[in-house]
């Protein structure tokens, strides 16, 4: 009985048992440490994953958007075209009816 309470104040014992602690403590952290890490990475890899297919959806909108704006340009400037046309056929016909006025106007003094 005297042994095992000499043993019980050794300094040694108590050494040994704190470093067997500190060890299973060290190792459990490790264990926590790599099943973090491990749900970080796969996080990281659905985020990823995710950024992906927005990138591909917003680059797919912005290319449909540059053709409609394109096809937007031409009507535009086919609609220039045409307007400047009939400005021109409005403004031939307004110079026959004012040469036709004046005409008659003269006759008609």
């Not at 602690?21 to 403590?25: D, F, Q, R």
């Not at 796969?42 to 995710?50: C, F, G, P, T, Y």
């Not at 909108?61 to 096809?71: A, C, R, T």
């Given at each position: 009985m005297q042994i095992a309470h000499e043993i019980a104040n050794s300094q040694a014992v108590w050494a040994v048992c704190c470093i067997i602690?500190?060890?299973?403590?060290i190792r459990e952290m490790r264990k926590e440490n790599v099943e973090r890490e491990r749900d970080l990475k796969?996080?990281?890899?659905?985020?990823?994953?995710?950024?992906?297919?927005?990138?591909e959806r917003l680059m797919t909108?912005?290319?449909?958007?540059?053709?409609?704006?394109?096809?937007t340009s031409k009507t535009l400037q086919s609609m220039q075209t045409t307007l400047g046309t009939v400005e021109n056929r409005v403004d031939?016909?307004?110079?026959?009816?004012y040469r036709k006025r004046?005409?008659?106007?003269?006759?008609n003094e």
């Open positions: 602690l500190a060890a299973a403590v796969e996080s990281n890899n659905i985020a990823r994953a995710e950024a992906n297919r927005r990138e909108h912005l290319e449909k958007s540059n053709e409609i704006q394109h096809e031939r016909m307004e110079k026959k009816l004046e005409d008659q106007h003269g006759r």
